[in-house]
Structures are given as C-alpha cells and as structure tokens.
C-alpha cells in the first residue's frame, strides 16, 4: 500500500536515504529540512520539498496540506560538541522543533512517528555491554538528554492521543552520502581527509569503542518500523565494538594512507565504550544488519572518490 510520508531532515544523511528507499517503494513522500547541515543535492528529485525548520509555525500548513500517514522524523542538531557549547540551542531544535512536529501530527491526524534516536548518547559510560533498551540512562552530553526527551514526550503522545510509534535507537551510522566536513562521523571524515591525502586526527588514544552499522541497514530499520503493528524503542547495533584506531587502520588498507594518525585529547561528552545489543528488534520486526563493517567502509570510499564535489568545505 502506497502511504503518505514526511521524512524530515531528508537533505541530510540518513533522511535523504530514507527519503529514496520510499520512493523507490512506491510512497509519496514529503521532506522538511532548513538545510542547517543538509544538501539540497540529496533531497530525491521526486519528494515535495519544503525548506523550514521543524520549529516553524508554517508546519501545520504543511500538515493540512499534505494529510501525512506517516512522519519519519530525522531533522535534528547532532553536533555533541556543540550541544555541550550550546545546551539552549540543542534544546531548541531537538526538543521544540520535536514538540511542534508532534503537535502536528496529533492536530492533523498522523497515524504513526518513526523517531531516529541515539543509543550511542543516552546510555553514558555502560554499566554492561552490549547496552540493551533496559540499560539506565543517563547522558553525558546535552544531546543525548534532548534526543531522549523526545522519546518521552512520543510515549506520552501515544497515551494522550493514541499515536502509534516506533522509536529506533541508532548506534554510529556511517556510509554513503554522510557529510565528510560535519563534526559527526568519524568514518567519513577520516576517509575524506584520506583520499585527499590528508592525516586525520585521533581525540584520545584511539581505544575507545563504538558500533557501526551501515547507512542501508539503518534504512532498512525504518521500512520495517513503518510497517510493523508492534510498538515501542529498539536499538540498532552490531552488538560488537570497534575501536577508532581499528577504524584508521581498515582505512589505511583501502585507501593506501601512508602516515600513522596525530593524536591529540580527547573530548568533553563522548563515551569510551559503547556498543548496542540488536536482539529485540532483531526478535519482534526481525531485523539484523548485513553490511559488514570493511565492506561498508569500501562501500562509502568508492562514493566518496566518485563525488568528490557533493559537499563542500566550509570555510573557516
Ligand atoms: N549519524 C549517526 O551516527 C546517528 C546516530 C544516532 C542518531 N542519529 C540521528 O539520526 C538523525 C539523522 O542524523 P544524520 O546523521 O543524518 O544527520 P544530518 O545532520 O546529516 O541530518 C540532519 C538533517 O536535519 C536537518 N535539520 C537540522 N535542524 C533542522 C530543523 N530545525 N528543521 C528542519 N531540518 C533540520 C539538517 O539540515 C539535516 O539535513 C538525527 O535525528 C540524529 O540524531 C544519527
């Protein structure tokens, strides 16, 4: 059944993959996005674009035109360093753009919200591993406490108002199309600066761990999450870490990098280990990732030397 959908932050990394795979699945599909980090050149040609932000209070006019079945919401603030700089502007857009995105869809009848939140930033430092959707919370960066306000607020919508939800919470998501000059995705920035011949640098020693899973697995998450009758919050994972010097070294063997890293301190509000037990989702929507971790990475280096003017670099 074709369905109607908003995805929003469909200019930017994972939206626009999410925006794509509905289109090629045969749904009508809207993005909203003010391009505060996305690229128009990822927006599918075939979607209904509107350029505002989600906090705008020109959405309801989007929502009374277009009668969603569906929201996809992607649009955020993901910068942790500018989060921690920054709480009130986080907020802003995270938890504020969120409420009016959700008042909308409650004012104008939306049947079901796929939230993209993290597991990577609200869990902290882990008290076992891999985190499962049990595990405390308890963020060490701003961003971690707005995008976790949101799955709050979801909850209660769907007490108050009956909306359905699935609430995805992502672990590091890398590959195609992610923005090689954002603050976020170490994969993409290391390879960017690789294949321009340029050494990246390490905050910390490198040992810290993350779980990645690629950017069509993490899509894939979504068209179950849309379609499935099951409610409730699931993370994402490979349930298997990799440290930022493993990540280098795979880099250096595709890429032929020639020079060892530079090290430098490491950085306020990120996490040393952390990676995300699959095995709910993988058991109630029957969900796993299937990218392996040196394939995608070989995937995402290919895009990245065959388009190699999709972002450009901001100046400084
Ligand atoms: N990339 C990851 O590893 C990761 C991990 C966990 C969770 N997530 C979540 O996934 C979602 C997508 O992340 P991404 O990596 O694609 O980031 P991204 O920065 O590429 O995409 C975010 C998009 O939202 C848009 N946006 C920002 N503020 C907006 C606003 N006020 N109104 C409308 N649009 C706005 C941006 O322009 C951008 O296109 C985010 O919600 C993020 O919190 C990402």
Redesign the pocket.
């Known amino acids: 059944m074709s369905l109607k959908v908003l995805v ?9 993959r999410v925006a794509t795979r509905l289109i090629k699945d045969g749904h009508q599909v809207a993005v ?8 128009s050149k ?1 927006v599918p040609a075939e979607a209904t674009f509107y350029q ?5 209070a020109a959405l309801k006019d989007v929502f009374a035109k277009e009668k969603f079945d569906v929201v996809i ?6 910068d942790v360093r500018k989060s921690v700089e920054n709480p009130a502007y986080d907020a802003t ?2 938890v504020l ?1 969120s409420l009016n995105l959700l008042n909308c869809i409650r004012d104008y009848g939306v049947k079901k919200i796929v939230y ?6 609200i869990y902290g430092e882990p008290q076992y591993l891999p985190c499962d959707e049990s595990h405390p919370i308890k963020p060490l960066c701003p ?1 971690g406490i707005s ?1 976790h306000t949101v799955e709050h607020y979801i909850e209660l919508y769907n007490m108050l108002y009956n909306l359905n939800y699935v609430i995805l ?6 590959g195609h199309f ?2 090689p000059y ?1 603050e ?2 170490v994969n993409a920035i290391f390879i960017g600066m690789m294949i321009q011949g340029i050494t990246p640098t390490i905050f910390g020693d490198g040992s810290q761990t993350r779980d990645f899973v690629f950017v069509d697995d993490v899509v894939e998450a979504n068209m179950l999450a849309m379609k499935t009758d099951k409610m409730g919050i699931f993370n994402l994972g490979w349930a298997k870490p990799i440290s930022v010097n493993d990540i280098y070294h795979i880099l250096q063997k595709i890429t032929g990098f020639p020079n060892p890293p530079i090290y430098a301190e490491e950085r306020a509000g990120e996490v040393n280990h952390i990676y995300l037990s699959p095995e709910k989702i993988k058991k109630e929507l029957g969900w796993e990732p299937k990218v392996d971790f040196e394939e995608g990475l070989r995937i995402t280096t290919q895009w990245f030397k065959a388009s190699p003017n999709w972002y450009t670099k901001p100046q400084s």
């Open positions: 929003t932050g469909g200019a930017g990394f994972i939206g626009s909203v996005d003010n391009f505060a980090t996305g690229n990822n505002m932000s989600i906090g705008d919401h992607h649009a955020a603030q993901i857009v995270n753009g993209a939140s993290t597991g990577g930033a961003y995008k919470r992502y672990p590091n998501v890398y992610q923005n954002g976020a995705g």
